[in-house]
C-alpha cells in the first residue's frame, strides 16, 4: 500500500486546487482520477469572470480561454434587458484546456496526479485513512473529496450532498451565427426550473444549453433550438456538433467534512446559487481545504477549520442567493424584470454587478431595496417589489438613469 499525507479524490478544479494548495504547503499528495485524462469528458459552459480567475490564482491565458464576452441578453416570457457593458468582461474557458493548466499546476508543486484510478471506498483506520481504488489502496492522514455533481464518497461517510441536482445539456454548433454577447432565456416554458443559454465561442461557434428541474434535457433542447423565436433564428444556418449533458449542483450541505474527511466543489455543493457555476468557488474551497489538509498533517487542526473557513467565505452568498433563486424561479420573472428594469436598477447593476457574487454584490446601496424586495416577495409576491422599488434611490444616479 502506498502512504500519502493527502489524497485528493477527482482531478476537476476542486480537487486539483486543494492538491496544489496542499502540496505547495510542503505535504506529499495524491490526486485519483478515474479517467485516464483530465479535462475529459467535457460537461461546462466554461463561463467565469476574470475575478474569478484571479482569485483562483488562474490568470487569463489564451491557452485555455475560448472567448471574452462584454454583454448579455437576458429574455424573460417576451421582455428582454440588453445589458451592453458588463463591468468586466465573462470569459468562457475551455475546460478541457483550463483543467489541464490546473493539474500542470498542482504536478509544478509536488502533487503527483494518478489517472485511471476511481475511488471505490474510504475506511477510516486508526488516525488515518485507506482510499481503495479500482487498482490499489492510499493511506493517508487526511482525504479531500472532489468527486464532483455525481459524488457518492462523502454519502458513505454519512455526509448529505448538495440541496437540488438539476440534469443539464449542451451542444455545440458551428456555422455562421451572428451573437457577440451570452444570451439567457429565463423561462420556465423553456427550462423548467432553471434557464436556457447561447454562448457565442468566436468563429461563428456556439454552445447552446440548457438544465431542467424535470429532466427531458433531449427533446427540451431540441425544442428550444428549433421553436424558440430568438434561438432558432440564430441557428438558422448551424450545423450541430458535439453534445455533452452533465449535473448542475445548488446549495452547499449542510457539514463538509466528517473526522479528516474534507468534501468540496460540486460533490459539496459549492456553486453559485443563481446560476450553478462552480469553477470558481471549487477551487477557492479546494484550495481552503488544501491548507486545512496540510497542517491536519502537522497535527495543528482538525477539519471542521475548513468548514468554519469556507462558509465565512462564502455562506452569505450561498444563503442568500438560495432564497433569492426561489423567488425567481417561483414568480414572473417578467414582471421582475420588467419592473427593475423601469425602476432603472437594472441599468444600475449593469455596471458594477459583481460576476463572483452575484447576491452579496446587490447588498450594496442602492441594490438594497431590490435584494430586500426580492426576497419579500416570498410573503407577498410582486406587490412587495413594487414597493419597495418605489423607496427613494440617491438623486444624482437616478437623474443619470431614468
Ligand atoms: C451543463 C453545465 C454547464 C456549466 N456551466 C458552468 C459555467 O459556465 N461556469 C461555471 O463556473 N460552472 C459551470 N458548471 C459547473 C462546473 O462544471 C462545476 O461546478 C465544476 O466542474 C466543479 O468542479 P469539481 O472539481 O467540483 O467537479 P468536476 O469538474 O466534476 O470534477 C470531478 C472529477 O472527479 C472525478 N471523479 C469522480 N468520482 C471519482 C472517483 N470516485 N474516483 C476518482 N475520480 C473521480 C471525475 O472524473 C472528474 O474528473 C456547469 C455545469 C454543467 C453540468
Request: glycine share 12%.
Amino acid at each position: 500500500m502506498r502512504a500519502y499525507d493527502v489524497i485528493v479524490i477527482g482531478g476537476g478544479p476542486s480537487g486539483l486546487s486543494a492538491s496544489w494548495s496542499a502540496a505547495s504547503r510542503g505535504v506529499k499528495v495524491a490526486v485519483l482520477e478515474e479517467h485516464e485524462e483530465i479535462g475529459r469528458p467535457r460537461h461546462c459552459a466554461g463561463l467565469v469572470s476574470g475575478e474569478g480567475l484571479r482569485l483562483i490564482g488562474m490568470p487569463c491565458k489564451n491557452e485555455y480561454v475560448e472567448n471574452k464576452i462584454r454583454k448579455a441578453l437576458i429574455v424573460a416570457d417576451g421582455f428582454y434587458v440588453e445589458l451592453k457593458k458588463l463591468g468586466e468582461p465573462v470569459y468562457v474557458l475551455d475546460r478541457e484546456a483550463f483543467d489541464k493548466a490546473m493539474a500542470d499546476r498542482a504536478a509544478s508543486h509536488g502533487a503527483e496526479i494518478l489517472l485511471g484510478k476511481r475511488a471505490k471506498r474510504v475506511d477510516k483506520i486508526g488516525d488515518g485513512y485507506v482510499v481503495e481504488t479500482s487498482d490499489g489502496s492510499y493511506a493517508c492522514k487526511a482525504v479531500i473529496d472532489g468527486e464532483g455533481a455525481t459524488s457518492r464518497l462523502a454519502k458513505d461517510m454519512g455526509l448529505e450532498g448538495p440541496k437540488l441536482k438539476l440534469p443539464a445539456l449542451q451542444v455545440e454548433v458551428k456555422g455562421f451565427a451572428d451573437l457577440d454577447g451570452i444570451l439567457v432565456i429565463l423561462d420556465n416554458r423553456w427550462a423548467p426550473g432553471f434557464f436556457s443559454w447561447v454562448i457565442p465561442l468566436g468563429d461563428g461557434k456556439l454552445r447552446v444549453g440548457l438544465a431542467s428541474a424535470i429532466g427531458h434535457c433531449d427533446s427540451l433542447l431540441k425544442r428550444l433550438m428549433r421553436r424558440h423565436p430568438i434561438v432558432s433564428k440564430l441557428l438558422e444556418r448551424v450545423e450541430a456538433g458535439n453534445r455533452y449533458g452533465g449535473t448542475i449542483v445548488i446549495g452547499p450541505s449542510k457539514k463538509t467534512y466528517e473526522g479528516n474527511f474534507m468534501v468540496v466543489g460540486d460533490a459539496a455543493g459549492q456553486t453559485k446559487p443563481l446560476t450553478g457555476g462552480g469553477v470558481v468557488y471549487g477551487a477557492l474551497c479546494g484550495s481552503l481545504a488544501g491548507v486545512v489538509a496540510s497542517n491536519i498533517v502537522g497535527g495543528e487542526v482538525d477539519a471542521s477549520l475548513y468548514e468554519r473557513l469556507w462558509r465565512r467565505l462564502l455562506g452569505l452568498e450561498e444563503g442568500l442567493g438560495w432564497l433569492m433563486r426561489r423567488v425567481f424561479v417561483f414568480n414572473g420573472m417578467r414582471e421582475l424584470l420588467n419592473l427593475a428594469s423601469r425602476s432603472g436598477l437594472l441599468s444600475l447593476m449593469e455596471e458594477s454587478i459583481n460576476y463572483e457574487y452575484h447576491v452579496t454584490s446587490m447588498l450594496r446601496k442602492p441594490y438594497l431595496p431590490l435584494l430586500g424586495s426580492l426576497l419579500l416577495a416570498f410573503l407577498m409576491p410582486v406587490k412587495a417589489f413594487k414597493y419597495l422599488l418605489q423607496a427613494p434611490l440617491p438623486t444624482q444616479r437616478r437623474s443619470k438613469f431614468v
